[in-house]
């Protein structure tokens, strides 16, 4: 395979999944572990597909062709994991692993974000920000800058991971069959994303045009 295309498959795991699952089988269920890890676990891939990868995948469960079972068990994994490896990375390293001639080489205004979400909820950002794009992906490792009780931070990551994966899992597994969903799987998808990303097209809008 290409490696160009290989980058825009594994980028864009939620749309290309179907194709996916016909052609490499049980290895689908390893590259869903990786991509939920991956998104959960390294500041630096915020961008790969968190909730809409969830809700395809529940979906193309209740079409048989993925165990609904195997998803929730593995993908909670990867989740409660990706969330740990991330909080462990900030704890130990910080953002000096991120610098290169004083220059952060993560994106400084996601990290301030994050860290006024977590002084406003506190412990609670862990939760919450499991359904926050980008945020996410910033909270654990904020978590571990802070020096966060690992075990308190533990607890919150695995109530957040195992909420996130299941609504997001289940509701695709509960309405794929739904005939309009089916028939509009990609316009589904697309609106799962944008309703992910409009805090941020809202903010920009505001900052950009109103403030």
Same mark, same amino acid.
């Given at each position: 395979m290409d490696l160009v295309v290989f980058i825009e498959i594994f980028l864009h795991l939620d749309i290309y999944l179907k194709a996916i699952i016909e052609n490499y089988g049980a290895f689908t269920y390893f590259l869903l572990f990786s991509t939920i890890f991956l998104e959960t676990g390294f500041v630096i891939t915020p961008?790969?597909?968190?909730?809409?990868?969830?809700?395809?995948?529940?979906?193309?469960?209740?079409?048989?062709?993925?165990?609904?079972?195997?998803?929730? $068990? =593995?993908?909670?994994? +990867?989740?409660? /994991?990706?969330?740990?490896?991330?909080?462990?990375?900030?704890?130990?390293?910080?953002?000096?692993?991120?610098?290169?001639?004083?220059?952060?080489?993560?994106?400084?205004?996601?990290?301030?974000?994050?860290?006024?979400?977590?002084?406003?909820?506190?412990?609670?950002?862990?939760?919450?920000?499991?359904?926050?794009? $980008? =945020?996410?992906?910033? +909270?654990?490792? /904020?978590?571990g800058i802070a020096k966060m009780d690992y075990f308190r931070f533990l607890r919150y990551n695995i109530i957040g991971g195992i909420v996130w994966v299941s609504l997001f899992t289940l509701g695709g597994f509960w309405l794929g069959n739904i005939p309009f969903i089916k028939d509009n799987f990609g316009i589904v998808i697309l609106?799962?994303?944008?309703?992910?990303?409009?805090?941020?097209?809202?903010?920009?809008?505001?900052k950009r045009f109103i403030d």
């Amino acid at each position: 395979m290409d490696l160009v295309v290989f980058i825009e498959i594994f980028l864009h795991l939620d749309i290309y999944l179907k194709a996916i699952i016909e052609n490499y089988g049980a290895f689908t269920y390893f590259l869903l572990f990786s991509t939920i890890f991956l998104e959960t676990g390294f500041v630096i891939t915020p961008f790969l597909p968190g909730d809409s990868l969830l809700f395809a995948a529940g979906a193309f469960a209740s079409l048989d062709v993925l165990n609904i079972w195997v998803l929730l $068990i =593995i993908l909670c994994i +990867a989740a409660i /994991v990706g969330d740990s490896v991330n909080y462990w990375i900030g704890n130990k390293i910080g953002k000096k692993a991120f610098r290169k001639n004083g220059e952060p080489l993560i994106n400084q205004e996601y990290m301030n974000r994050t860290i006024g979400f977590y002084e406003k909820h506190g412990g609670k950002t862990i939760i919450l920000a499991r359904f926050i794009p $980008i =945020i996410r992906t910033f +909270a654990p490792f /904020v978590a571990g800058i802070a020096k966060m009780d690992y075990f308190r931070f533990l607890r919150y990551n695995i109530i957040g991971g195992i909420v996130w994966v299941s609504l997001f899992t289940l509701g695709g597994f509960w309405l794929g069959n739904i005939p309009f969903i089916k028939d509009n799987f990609g316009i589904v998808i697309l609106i799962i994303i944008l309703m992910s990303i409009f805090p941020f097209i809202f903010r920009f809008i505001r900052k950009r045009f109103i403030d």
